[in-house]
């Protein structure tokens, strides 16, 4: 039996790769479990669990995709394979006309084996390049600090009331930057698995990240406020920039560098979130009174 | 935080209060939900020999009487001014538990139908005096800016304990346990109400003193003073609460009837499975207090309401993948969706406990926590099981039935959206001259 949480993401995968190359995802046909004989592909054959065979004598035609499971071919296969996950074997005298395509998973080809094309896409993981670290840091840093030191010279009351929440309602901002960011991200990748909203899902994820990187700027403005610089501008610019690099550093002392990067990633988040993008002060139900 | 206060000046007896507080609360909720809720349908069908639907008839009729007596007791707690009077309040409470343990001793040994309709009308009018009796006692124990942590350290300490030492789910189990449980707690209260033993009639008449001060709720300490009985303000939270409950109970009464769900959750065999669902309530109480203490009710409702709907969103999906590819069913379900309704169910019941007090004052807390407990808890209740066995009389599908739990979620989400910025709306209308168009 296909475990769902490995087979479902592929399956949307299958389905995006279908959308893309025009094939309608009704026309596809999905095999879990069990041992299956395939004569006929109707249109398109995903294999997702099991085994399905293509016998010695048989040739049949269409488009597979394996996202797990096993598939064989002993006889002639006049059309293309992808292979996301999962195990393919073509064996001695069997054959696939079209395009055999591997992202991941085994592949075993006998050497009497005929493959009208094939491609394995590599990913290849790049050896981390301390200059190119440092550099993406130093760029990163550099253009949150100008956004934090332009923002201070038009609108300093926005970064003051997200860094007020952060030092004076700490516990709240934690709390709703935690609890908002783990509903949102779930609610996130829950949209996209409906295809229809992926758009949705991307533009939540890159507002929840901008709103992210907007917390630094209210960070680096309470840095900057303790920097003996005048210029109130200058001051935020410099703390932006110095509390960036911070929080990287930060990110490399082990477990505990991670624990505290995530509070103050999350506190800031949740200081946001309750000033309204610092336009309104934050101010706790109870002092308000009745509500 | 005034707890932290009273540790630092080390002010024992107000921190008793709490404690006192939160230990009622917590064993009479976890009381409702494991022996009431589970065992008394245990007893019915099992021992009793009715019907599903017999029993839950009789269940209709212990949460009618339960309501019609916590209402009468409610008003009458208020009309004699017994509301404020702590001792008064402790003996009332020390009589329900004595009640709820006798019956809890015999529940076991019910055979007949008679037997069991009595048990239902002596445990209707137990539960109906302890509503506003416990509820009641908020107003002595806890202060006002407290009360959100507190109901969450209440909701937290019942959840737990249910969901990391689960019990069969059977009349005699449960009756064991709560008996030894209810023997020291009415010997406490024994000693509390009986007034005859100096030291404790010290801190019992220390912590009556405390209604003046923590007696006025949240809610009424605007503008517009006392939130009163016939007001919006009261009736608008007990609708959104009755939707709350009723919401959750017709969604639960399902899902713990499809293995698939339940199996890897409530009822899985795994201690983990437990322990993760536990550990989620505390987590999802504490945010609850957290939220509740600094934001207004509103955002906690839209909160509960969203997260039943992203709740059902889940569990709906679930079926859908199961019916698109069928050979993918028969595996458990995601852990996430247990886990996203235990925030939910944290989340309403920490608002349960604090909103009523919250609403009343020392003159009305009876009639608030009666009304608002009986109509929205127990009412709800009883609607939504009637609702959900006529489901399943009708034969509506697993997913049809969860899809009208989810669009109710929803709607109630939008209504309230839609009501909060039409009361801005109007309130704006109003301050702006009709004539000149400015603002008074």
Redo the contacts between chains.
């Keep these: 039996m296909a475990d769902p949480a490995e087979v479902l993401p592929l399956l949307v995968v299958v389905v995006l790769l279908m959308t893309a190359s025009g094939q309608h995802p009704d026309r596809m046909t999905v095999h879990f479990d069990g041992d299956r004989q395939v004569t006929q592909v109707e249109e398109v054959l995903v294999v997702g669990g099991g085994r399905a065979t293509i016998p010695a004598e048989a040739s049949s035609n269409g488009t597979v995709y394996v996202v797990g499971g096993e598939f064989r071919v002993r006889g002639e296969f006049d059309g293309d394979v992808t292979q996301l996950a999962g195990n393919v074997s073509v064996a001695d005298g069997g054959g696939i006309a079209g395009e055999f395509q591997t992202v991941a998973g085994n592949a075993s080809i006998a050497p009497g084996a005929a493959i009208g094309s094939r491609s394995r896409v590599q990913f290849v993981q790049r050896e981390a390049s301390p200059v190119a670290d440092w550099g993406f840091l130093a760029v990163q840093a550099l253009g949150l600090a100008i956004v934090g030191a332009l923002l201070t010279r038009r609108r300093p009351e926005l970064l003051r009331n997200v860094g007020d929440s952060i030092v004076h309602h700490s516990v709240v901002s934690t709390v709703v930057g935690a609890f908002t960011g783990a509903t949102a991200l779930a609610l996130f990748v829950f949209m996209a698995f409906t295809l229809i909203l992926i758009p949705v899902s991307l533009f939540g994820m890159a507002v929840g990240l901008l709103s992210v990187g907007y917390s630094s700027l209210a960070y680096g403005y309470l840095v900057g406020q303790r920097l003996p610089i005048d210029q109130q501008d200058l001051s935020a610019g410099v703390g932006t920039a110095a509390f960036v690099v911070g929080l990287d550093l930060l990110g490399r002392v082990p477990l505990l560098g991670a624990v505290a990067q995530f509070l103050l990633v999350v506190t800031g988040l949740g200081a946001v979130l309750i000033t309204y993008y610092g336009f309104r002060e934050f101010e706790p139900a109870l002092s308000r009174g009745a509500d | 935080m005034r707890f932290v206060t009273y540790a630092r000046r080390r002010e024992w007896t107000p921190m008793l209060g709490y404690g006192l507080f939160v230990g009622f609360m917590a064993v009479g909720y976890y009381y409702n939900v494991t022996f009431v809720q589970l065992g008394l349908l245990d007893l019915g069908t099992r021992l009793v020999g009715m019907t599903e639907e017999q029993v839950s008839l009789w269940m209709a009729a212990l949460a009618l009487l339960t309501l019609f007596v916590a209402v009468v007791s409610g008003v009458t707690m208020d009309r004699k001014a017994w509301s404020s009077d702590l001792l008064v309040k402790f003996r009332l409470l020390f009589g329900v538990v004595a009640l709820q343990l006798v019956l809890t001793l015999v529940a076991p040994w019910i055979r007949t139908v008679p037997a069991f309709g009595a048990w239902i009308l002596a445990g209707s009018v137990a539960l109906g005096v302890g509503i506003p009796a416990s509820f009641g006692l908020a107003i002595d124990l806890v202060p ?2 407290d009360r959100g942590y507190v109901s969450a350290a209440i909701t937290a300490l019942a959840y737990f304990t249910a969901n990391v030492y689960p019990l069969d789910w059977q009349i005699e189990v449960f009756s064991a346990v709560m008996v030894t449980a209810m023997v020291p707690g009415v010997a406490a209260l024994g000693v509390l109400a009986s007034g005859r033993v100096g030291p404790v009639n010290r801190v019992v008449a220390r912590l009556a003193d405390q209604h003046d001060e923590f007696g006025v709720g ?7 003073g006392p939130v009163r009985t016939r007001s919006v303000a009261f009736w608008g939270p007990v609708v959104l609460m009755f939707g709350v409950f009723f919401v959750d109970s017709l969604g639960f009464l399902r899902i713990i009837e499809t293995p698939s769900f339940v199996l890897n959750a409530w009822q899985s065999p795994e201690f983990s499975d437990h322990l993760a669902i536990g550990v989620v309530h505390v987590a999802s109480a ?2 609850a207090g ?2 509740y ?5 509103n955002w906690l409702f839209l909160w509960v309401f969203g ?1 039943f709907s ?1 709740t059902h ?2 569990y709906t ?1 679930d079926v859908r ?1 199961a019916a698109w ?1 069928p ?2 069913a ?2 458990p379900a ?1 852990p ?1 969706n247990s886990a ?1 309704y235990a925030v939910a169910v944290s989340f309403y019941t920490t608002l349960n406990f604090a909103l009523w007090p919250d609403l009343s004052t020392p003159e009305t807390i009876g009639t608030h926590t009666a009304v608002g407990v009986g109509l929205a808890g127990w009412l709800a209740t009883f609607l939504s099981t009637a609702l959900a066995l006529y489901f399943e009389t009708a034969e509506v599908t697993l997913l049809s039935h969860l899809n009208v739990v989810n669009a109710l979620a929803l709607l109630l989400f939008t209504g309230l959206v839609v009501a909060i910025y039409l009361r801005r709306l109007i309130s704006a209308a109003r301050s702006t001259d009709p004539s000149s168009g400015v603002r008074r």
Excluded: A, D, I, K
Excluded at chain 2, 218 to 224: A, I, L, M, P, T
């Design positions: 006002v800016e949240r809610f009424c300490r605007g503008e517009s504490l945010v957290v939220l203490t600094n934001f207004e009710r997260l992203l969103l889940f999906t993948t590819f050979q993918l028969g595996g995601s996430l996203v």
